[in-house]
């Protein structure tokens, strides 16, 4: 399975910190992307970053690569209590999106 | 912009009633996604759909389970019969090539 793990499985902070998350993988991939899940809602796209890529920024998003670990991890920067979610990462080879377990993030005021 | 589009948003039904869930996905995607996503399984993929030919089936659970995209602005799953078991949040995506894949706001599924 190509599923990947998220790391932790939650995370509870303060307004105003960072948060990591962090995903690895098992197989080969073209790119990895980050989504998120407010409750009860749908999965939002919130960055890709493809396998040739080892770092990429959008806002108070960065996000790393590390093919050789197979591994990715997200940080927001600067954390707001509408932050509030779950992260996934999903890794991709063709044209479909497997999607790791996920992150809770708690911010809190 | 219209989003993907989802119906019935929440769908409360018997075992061994035919359930039948709609998405309409964005103008213009060529490719199409139905995810099922529960507390124990996470988000799995079941079938997904490229230029209106289903290209990879083989995340549907079985035989109860079917799919179908007449035209490229519509699609349909299917359970017959449903089971309590396929109780769970099913969402429609669509995309654009391999790119970035836009959810709907999925259907809630209570089998009782």
């Known amino acids: 399975s190509q599923q990947g793990e998220e790391d932790p499985q939650a995370l509870s902070i303060q307004e105003g910190e960072n948060a990591t998350m962090n995903c690895s993988y098992k197989?080969?991939?073209?790119?990895l992307q980050w989504y998120r899940q407010n409750s009860g809602r749908g999965l939002v796209h919130l960055i890709l970053i493809r396998s040739n890529e080892r770092e990429k920024h959008s806002g108070r998003l960065r996000v790393t690569l590390d093919t050789s670990k197979k591994s990715s991890s997200l940080l927001i920067t600067a954390s707001r209590a509408a932050d509030t979610a779950s992260y996934f990462c999903a890794t991709t080879l063709t044209a479909r999106l497997t999607f790791g377990t996920g992150t809770r993030l708690q911010v809190t005021l | 912009d219209a989003g993907v589009i989802q119906s019935p948003r929440h769908e409360v039904t018997e075992m061994g009633q035919e359930v039948t869930l709609r998405c309409k996905p964005i103008s213009g995607h060529n490719s199409l996604f139905w995810y099922r996503q529960t507390m124990m399984r996470g988000l799995e993929l079941l079938i997904y759909f490229n230029n209106n030919v289903p290209i990879d089936d083989s995340g549907m659970p079985e035989d109860r389970f079917s799919a179908k995209m007449p035209n490229a602005s519509f699609s349909t799953l299917k359970i017959q019969p449903s089971e309590p078991r396929d109780s769970a949040v099913y969402f429609c995506a669509s995309s654009l090539v391999r790119d970035e894949q836009y959810f709907g706001p999925g259907t809630r599924l209570t089998v009782t």
């Open positions: 197989t080969s991939i073209n790119n």
